[in-house]
Nanobody, 115 residues
Framework: QVQLVESGGGLVQAGGSLRLSCVAS????????MGWYRQAPGKQRTMVAL???????NYADSVKGRFTISRDNAKNTVYLQMNSLKPEDTAVYYC?????????WGQGTQVTVSS
């Protein structure tokens, strides 16, 4: 049974930083492309960053240059370093495989950016 557990969210002022973590279990983590997704109130969940098995990365235009995704296969963990946060980054953040498996969604971690 796959489990994804996100952590690291919180309340931060605009311009601040947060580092999210997602620990995976029940999968061969190193073989998976992983992504960070977010869902703001009243909006659809969208992917903001992905990292391949070889650690190639890709980002949504809205976060490019501000967010950095990384992974530690020895710890079955994927990270999202978020800098220069904006109020529009406020959302619940989730990790999942790419493409996402609907059965893998965890509880997410809330990020709130105040102006």
């Amino acid at each position: 049974q796959v489990q994804l557990v996100e952590s690291g969210g919180g309340l931060v002022q605009a311009g601040g930083s947060l580092r999210l973590s997602c620990v995976a279990s029940g999968m061969i983590f190193g073989m998976k492309t992983m992504g960070w997704y977010r869902q703001a109130p009243g909006k659809q969940r969208t992917m903001v960053a992905l990292i391949s098995r070889s650690s190639s990365t890709n980002y949504a235009d809205s976060v490019k240059g501000r967010f950095t995704i990384s992974r530690d296969n020895a710890k079955n963990t994927v990270y999202l370093q978020m800098n220069s946060l904006k109020p529009e980054d406020t959302a619940v953040y989730y990790c999942n495989t790419v493409p996402a498996d609907v059965t893998y969604w965890g509880q997410g971690t809330q990020v709130t950016v105040s102006s």
